[in-house]
């Protein structure tokens, strides 16, 4: 599973955020990019020592920032059933393991 693919499986779904600084972000996630940069909206931030909360309609957060997400077992299983799903199909596995060594049909130089 990688994290990427678990990120844009949680879109539109809640999530905790906690930045290298220790502030909290709780909000919903609408978009990431390659380098982990996301959007939140409907957003509670909570200070690094706990005392302050802010709302906000929106936030971006950078990806060089994040410390750890926090995301709902749900996501985790509906991606987990995405991998099974695309491992099934033409040929898949099974196609992989027949070719052996170098090549189409060569076992190194003749």
């Known amino acids: 599973m990688l994290p990427l693919s678990l990120l844009k499986t949680a879109q539109n779904h809640p999530m905790l955020v906690e930045l290298k600084n220790g502030e909290t972000y709780n ?17 509670i931030c909570t200070s ?7 709302r906000m309609p929106e936030c ?15 996501i985790i299983d ?19 393991k027949q070719q052996k060594g170098r090549g189409v049909g060569g076992a190194g130089r003749a």
């Open 48 to 54: 690094r020592d706990g005392d302050k909360f802010w």
């Open 27 to 43: 909000g919903h996630l609408v978009s990431c990019d390659n380098w982990m940069n996301i959007n939140l909206r409907e957003v």
């Open 78 to 96: 509906m991606v987990k059933e995405e991998v099974v799903s695309k491992g099934r199909g033409r040929g898949g596995m099974q196609q992989q």
């Open 60 to 74: 971006y957060i950078r990806g060089s920032t994040i410390k750890y997400l926090r995301i709902p077992d749900e």
